[in-house]
Each structure stands twice: as structure tokens, then as C-alpha cells.
């Protein structure tokens, strides 16, 4: 359906203002912490044709502001044509990733990025250790933005933590998702979960030793169980060559049509395992991505 997850973070920013339960809401897809749905509440007064056409005008300037020329070899891949036609937000978060990355605002950039918190399960723990090595100003800023969104939160609805749950659980999709848990899930069911649990502990502990930025964020990509195709979008914001982005685009329609066949997206999380490649290739000709110099004003 054009435009879905744009029409619920819109349904569930107006229910928000209302004073009712987005999570209540029949047949709406309520599914992310309720400080996300906040982002929306601005496009409310819009009428939603107005916040479609805005939307998508909005993550294309934002795609290329990020890859700039690179733009072009990714344009037509899978995950960026989903995000556009869905109008969901990842070109936004792909968006503050650079922004993490590059030392800009980190600790507001990562208190943003927490509210898809699939995309930084593995991220924000490594930062958080970094900033407290480094720059604890960084957690500071970080703590003060999610703390007063949380905060907003618990007033606006003082159940929303257990309604959140409740719903989230509807979405387990570990088995099914583009990552290692959905890779190895084509083992006997009797044996998946401990051998993906152990490698997804190994290559854990393997980047986290690495003390690489890029690579911490594409095995966090990698090893999340609720990941779908156009999660992967940060990827793009951190692969420099334009071969490997090509390769992405064409592998994302391989992976496109695995996944329309067997109805899951176990497949795309080879798009992650061909950005860890490259990501790695990156790595062994250049420094590793270690956190930036502190900068003044988070």
C-alpha cells in the first residue's frame, strides 16, 4: 500500500494530540516507543496528501544531501525505492547515522536514533562506551533529549512502556527478518536459536574489538532480529565506493524476489553481509572509524 507507514505515524501522532491510545487503535500498526510517533506531530495540521508529497520531498533531499553523487547508484535499490513508496523514516535515521558518524550533534543524534531502536541495539552501547571514554559531554546531551522525551511520554500516557510491549510483541519476527537470526533460521528448528545465539555473540565480540564505527553499525544491522530490507538504508550513508553501492542495487533485487517467493525477508541480510565486506575493505585501506574529537555544543 503507497504511503502506509507514513499514514499510521500521522494516525498516531493525531490519536496522540487527541489524548487517545495509539496502540488501541484498530487494524493501526502501532508498533515503535511512543516518543517516535512525537516526530509526526508537526505534519498533524497537514492534510495527508500534502504530508505524502512533503514527506517524500523531504527524505530525497536528505538521500542526497548524505550520498550526494552516490545517490545515483543507489536510487533504485530495493530499500530506498520501499522507503519512498511506504513512506516510512529510515532515510531520516540514515540521515542522523552520518551525523553520528561524524561527530555532529552525536549525543542528539543518537537520542533520535534510539526511537527505532532496532537500528542501534548494538550502536548505542559501543557509543556510549566511547563518549564515556572520550566525551562523557556526549552522554550528557544524550540522557537530557531521551530522558525529557521519556518523560513526555509517561505524562501524555503513563501506560504507554506496557501497551508498547504488548504490541511489539505482534512483530516478533526474529525468523523471518533480514538478519543472521533470519539467515540461519532455514536450520532445524531444534538447533536455530542456540547456534544463532552463539553467532551472533561471536561476531559481536569480534567487532567490538575491531573498535570501527562502520563495522559496529552493520553487524548492529546484521545481528538485530527485527530488521527488515529498508533498515539497512544506513548502510549506504557509510559505503564508499560506487562498485559496491551498484552491487548493493543489484543484489537488492535479487533479494527482493527470494523474499517475494518465500514471503519473508530472510534474504536481504546478504545486502548487510556485502556491506560488511565492504565496509571491511574500507577499513584495511584506510583507519578505522574511531569517535571523532569532541566538538562543542553536543
Request: aromatic share 14%.
Amino acid at each position: 500500500m503507497v504511503f502506509k507507514d507514513i499514514d499510521i505515524f500521522w494516525q498516531a501522532a493525531q490519536a496522540i494530540l487527541q489524548g487517545r491510545d495509539p496502540y488501541s487503535i484498530p487494524n493501526l500498526e502501532v508498533f515503535y516507543p511512543l516518543p517516535f510517533y512525537f516526530l509526526f506531530i508537526p505534519l498533524v495540521a497537514l492534510p495527508l496528501p500534502v504530508v505524502h508529497v512533503g514527506w517524500t520531498v523531504l527524505q530525497a533531499a536528505i538521500l542526497v544531501a548524505i550520498l550526494r553523487r552516490r545517490a545515483l547508484f543507489v536510487a533504485l535499490s530495493m530499500p530506498v525505492l520501499l522507503t519512498f513508496i511506504l513512506g516510512q523514516a529510515d532515510i531520516m535515521m540514515a540521515g542522523f547515522f552520518v551525523l553520528l558518524r561524524a561527530g555532529i550533534g552525536s549525543g542528539i543524534a543518537l537520542a533520535f536514533l534510539v526511537l527505532k531502536p532496532q537500528l542501534v541495539l548494538l550502536v548505542a552501547p559501543w557509543m556510549l562506551w566511547q563518549w564515556w571514554q572520550r566525551d562523557r559531554w556526549q552522554i550528557v546531551w544524550f540522557l537530557v533529549l531521551i530522558g525529557s522525551l521519556v518523560i513526555l511520554s509517561f505524562i501524555v500516557q503513563p501506560d504507554w512502556v506496557a501497551r508498547f510491549i504488548a504490541r511489539s510483541g505482534e512483530r516478533t519476527r526474529a525468523a523471518v527478518s533480514a538478519s543472521l537470526w533470519g539467515l540461519l533460521a532455514y536450520l532445524p528448528a531444534t538447533i536455530w536459536l542456540p547456534v544463532a545465539a552463539l553467532a551472533v555473540a561471536a561476531i559481536v565480540i569480534w567487532v567490538w574489538r575491531k573498535n570501527d564505527f562502520n563495522l559496529v553499525a552493520a553487524v548492529g544491522l546484521l545481528t538485530s532480529p527485527f530488521i527488515f530490507s529498508y533498515n539497512l538504508l544506513p548502510l549506504l550513508a557509510l559505503i564508499r565506493k560506487p562498485a559496491f553501492l551498484i552491487g548493493f542495487t543489484i543484489l537488492s533485487w535479487a533479494t527482493f524476489a527470494i523474499s517475494a517467493w518465500q514471503s519473508n525477508d530472510r534474504a536481504s541480510a546478504l545486502l548487510t553481509l556485502l556491506a560488511l565486506a565492504a565496509l571491511y575493505a574500507q577499513r584495511e585501506s584506510a583507519a578505522p572509524v574511531l569517535m571523532p574529537s569532541r566538538r562543542e555544543g553536543g
